[in-house]
């Protein structure tokens, strides 16, 4: 689980698939004895003091697991509890999440096995084809971002799908043949 802070009142939480040993979270129960769990977990192990109410999106991609876009939204007809939260839970699914590759040296034939490589403009995109073991995917996201929702379903739309064979890293250059 990694979260992701935007400001005090939005953040985002990655969940890949590892981290929940399944990827299911489709009951309504479950996904609010989740997020019981999630908040309570944020405020002991982060300070992060969750209460009110809250608009989450959960974006849901098969290979990967779940991104959660979550957004507090300032109601002023309530007045909450320091531990009361109220939630609006939008589930978008079959989703494909891409990352945004930061370092080319990450590209190796390994995870070209695992991936689709994807280029548009100037950037290189990995689109997993496959489930991702947990090393390599540990070695994509330290070596990339995570994009999903709209943006993700635009790159893949527009970008071209480079065809390699191999890739050579020498002295912080890549080559593909």
């Known amino acids: 689980m990694k979260i992701e802070k935007l400001n005090e009142d939005n953040f985002i939480v990655f969940l890949n698939k590892m981290y929940l040993k399944s990827n299911k979270l489709e009951l309504k129960k479950d996904i609010e004895n989740y997020f019981k769990c999630l908040f309570k977990k944020l405020n002991e192990f982060y300070n992060m003091e969750m209460s009110g109410y809250y608009d989450i999106k959960i974006y849901c991609d098969k290979i990967y697991g779940y991104v959660l876009d979550i957004k507090k939204e300032e109601i ?8 009361h939260i109220n939630m609006k839970i939008e589930i978008i699914d079959e989703q494909k999440f891409v990352f945004r590759i930061h370092d080319m040296s990450v590209l190796d034939k390994l995870i ?8 548009l403009k100037d ?19 330290e070596n990339s971002s995570l994009i999903y929702g ?14 390699i064979k191999q890739v050579f890293v020498w002295k912080n250059l890549v080559y593909m043949l």
Do not use: F, M, V
């Open 76 to 83: 002023d007809l309530y007045d909450y509890y320091d531990d």
């Open 112 to 119: 070209l096995n695992y991936c689709h490589l994807l280029k």
């Open 123 to 141: 950037d290189l995109y990995l689109l997993p084809k496959k489930t991702i073991n947990q090393y390599i995917l540990g070695r994509i996201i």
């Open 150 to 163: 709209e943006i993700s379903e635009k790159i893949i739309s527009k970008a071209e799908e480079l065809k």
